[in-house]
């Protein structure tokens, strides 16, 4: 198991900015990928961002695309979601996830790839 604790979910107006954070235990954050994902009442989860193992592959849902930025910090084992130009439709609860393997290419944005996820932090953008 890795636990993965998310925070830095809240209320916000629209065109502002948050920063959600997700912190891994364990020594094998370095080996992973991790992913955001968001979910709506009712709906599946949906891919927002992933960066591989080595950070040097990202990838981003189109409907996010120049609005937010994943990173990781290997020294926290903490990754974030830098998210700006926040829309009402933004609005979600946002989960982070990691995947053993390092990179998963194409599959990277696909939430049955990731074995381990988050409990998951609102987001709520008000217009």
């Known amino acids: 198991q890795v636990p993965l604790v998310e925070s830095g979910g809240g209320l916000v107006q629209a065109g502002d900015s948050l920063r959600l954070s997700c912190a891994a235990s364990?020594?094998?954050?370095?080996?992973?990928?991790m992913g955001w994902f968001r979910q709506y009442p009712g709906k599946e989860r949906e891919f927002v961002a992933a960066?591989?193992?080595?950070?040097?592959?990202?990838y981003y849902a189109d409907s996010v695309k120049g609005r937010f930025t994943i990173s990781r910090d290997y020294a926290k084992n903490t990754v974030y979601l830098q998210m700006n130009s926040l829309k009402a439709e933004d609005t979600a609860v946002y989960y982070c996830?990691?995947?053993?393997?390092?990179?998963?290419?194409?599959?990277?944005?696909?939430?049955?790839?990731?074995?381990?996820w988050g409990q998951g932090t609102q987001v709520t953008v008000s217009s």
């Open positions: 996830a990691a995947d053993r393997t390092c990179y998963s290419g194409s599959h990277m944005n696909i939430a049955g790839e990731y074995d381990y």
């Open positions: 364990g020594r094998t954050f370095s080996s992973y990928a």
């Open positions: 960066i591989s193992c080595t950070g040097g592959r990202l």
